[in-house]
T-cell receptor
Framework: GEDVEQSLFLSVREGDSSVINCTYTDSSSTYLYWYKQEPGAGLQLLTYIFSNMDMKQDQRLTVLLNKKDKHLSLRIADTQTGDSAIYFCAEKAGGYQKVTFGTGTKLQVIP | DGGITQSPKYLFRKEGQNVTLSCEQNLNHDAMYWYRQDPGQGLRLIYYSQIVNDFQKGDIAEGYSVSREKKESFPLTVTSAQKNPTAFYLC????????????FGQGTRLTVV
C-alpha cells in the first residue's frame, strides 16, 4: 500500500532556512501536500504540488518534487518562531480520494 | 463563516462506554473523513464518506462506526470494542475527487479512563 515517511524532528535557528523532507512510495500519486499543525489544533494546508511539476514557490515556501526518487521537500526561508509546528507531508492518487499522511516533522525554531 | 466544526474539544469517558464525536461542515463538501492521530504515527484514516448515505472503512476502522445521514454531518462513534481509544481525533472534508484541499476541524481529544 501507500507509505509516506518523514523524519520526526528538525531544529533550526531563527532566520535560517528549514528543509523538511518526505519520501513516498505510491508512483500514481497525483497531488502532494504540505500541511501545518500547531499545538492542539487541526491541520492547515500550506501548499500543494501536482505530480507533473518539479517546483512550486509561494512567498517563503518552496516545494521541490523529485518524482523519479519519490522525494518531496519543503523549504521555509527566513524561518520564524511562529513557524514552530508539526509539518505533514501527504499524497493522494488521482481519482481516489484517500489522502495518505506521513508521520509529521516537528520543527523547533530557536530564537 | 464557512468551516468544519468538531465538538467537544476534550472528552473523557470511562472504559467500556461508547462515545460519539461530532463533526459538522457548512462548506457544501461531498467528502468527509475521520482520522486518528497518535504521537509519532501521523494521521491514520478511520472512515471516509464520499456522498450522503455511503461510507467506507479506512485503515483502522475496527472498533469505530459512522453514519452519513446528512451532507453536513459525519459523526464518529468510538465503541467499547476499540482496544486503545485514547487519542486525538480529526475530522476533515473536501469537495470530492476534484478537490485538492482537505479542510480540517480543530480536533477532539478523547481520554478513556
Amino acid at each position: 500500500g501507500e507509505d509516506v515517511e518523514q523524519s520526526l524532528f528538525l531544529s533550526v535557528r531563527e532566520g535560517d532556512s528549514s528543509v523538511i523532507n518526505c519520501t513516498y512510495t505510491d508512483s500514481s500519486s497525483t497531488y502532494l501536500y504540505w500541511y501545518k499543525q500547531e499545538p492542539g489544533a487541526g491541520l492547515q494546508l500550506l501548499t500543494y504540488i501536482f505530480s507533473n511539476m518539479d517546483m512550486k514557490q509561494d512567498q517563503r515556501l518552496t516545494v521541490l518534487l523529485n518524482k523519479k526518487d519519490k522525494h518531496l521537500s519543503l523549504r521555509i526561508a527566513d524561518t520564524q518562531t511562529g513557524d514552530s509546528a508539526i509539518y505533514f507531508c501527504a499524497e493522494k492518487a488521482g481519482g481516489y480520494q484517500k489522502v495518505t499522511f506521513g508521520t509529521g516533522t516537528k520543527l523547533q525554531v530557536i530564537p | 463563516d464557512g468551516g468544519i466544526t468538531q465538538s467537544p474539544k476534550y472528552l473523557f469517558r470511562k472504559e467500556g462506554q461508547n462515545v460519539t464525536l461530532s463533526c459538522e461542515q457548512n462548506l457544501n463538501h461531498d467528502a468527509m473523513y475521520w482520522y486518528r492521530q497518535d504521537p509519532g504515527q501521523g494521521l491514520r484514516l478511520i472512515y471516509y464518506s464520499q456522498i450522503v448515505n455511503d461510507f467506507q472503512k479506512g485503515d483502522i476502522a475496527e472498533g469505530y462506526s459512522v453514519s452519513r445521514e446528512k451532507k453536513e454531518s459525519f459523526p464518529l462513534t468510538v465503541t467499547s470494542a476499540q482496544k486503545n481509544p485514547t487519542a486525538f481525533y480529526l475530522c476533515a472534508s473536501s469537495l470530492g475527487a476534484s478537490g485538492t484541499e482537505a479542510f480540517f476541524g480543530q480536533g477532539t481529544r478523547l481520554t478513556v479512563v
